[in-house]
């Protein structure tokens, strides 16, 4: 079995910033990618960013410039630095990585949330 754990989430100033991490745990073989979701109250579930294995990474134009995502392959963990951060930023944000447990195709894992909320 695979756990994702969140941290990182909190209460911010418009124009702050905070840092989310992601670690995986369990019973990995590799994982694929990485990535974080947002929602917001009311709102669809949006992809926020992403990393693979590789470094190349890919995120939405309403975070690029804002936020970067890296990744330490050796620790199995995501990270998410959150810059200029603005009141619509406020949401649920989880991780979802795509790990192999044994030699194969991989799966999907999400982490709880934790939520970010930025404030006028």
């Known amino acids: 079995q695979v756990q994702l754990v969140e941290s990182g989430g909190g209460l911010v100033q418009a124009g702050g910033s905070l840092r989310l991490t992601c670690a995986a745990s369990?019973?990995?073989?590799?994982?694929?990618?990485m990535g974080w979701y947002r929602q917001a109250p009311g709102k669809q579930r949006e992809l926020v960013a992403f990393?693979?294995?590789?470094?190349?990474?890919s995120s939405a134009d309403s975070v690029k410039g804002r936020f970067t995502i890296s990744r330490d392959n050796a620790k199995n963990t995501v990270y998410l630095q959150m810059n200029s951060l603005k009141p619509e930023d406020t949401a649920v944000y989880s991780c979802n990585a795509a790990v192999v447990t044994t030699p194969g195709p991989a799966n999907d894992y999400w982490g709880q949330g934790t939520q970010v909320t930025v404030s006028s």
């Open positions: 369990g019973n990995i073989f590799s994982i694929n990618y």
């Open positions: 990393i693979f294995s590789d470094g190349s990474t």
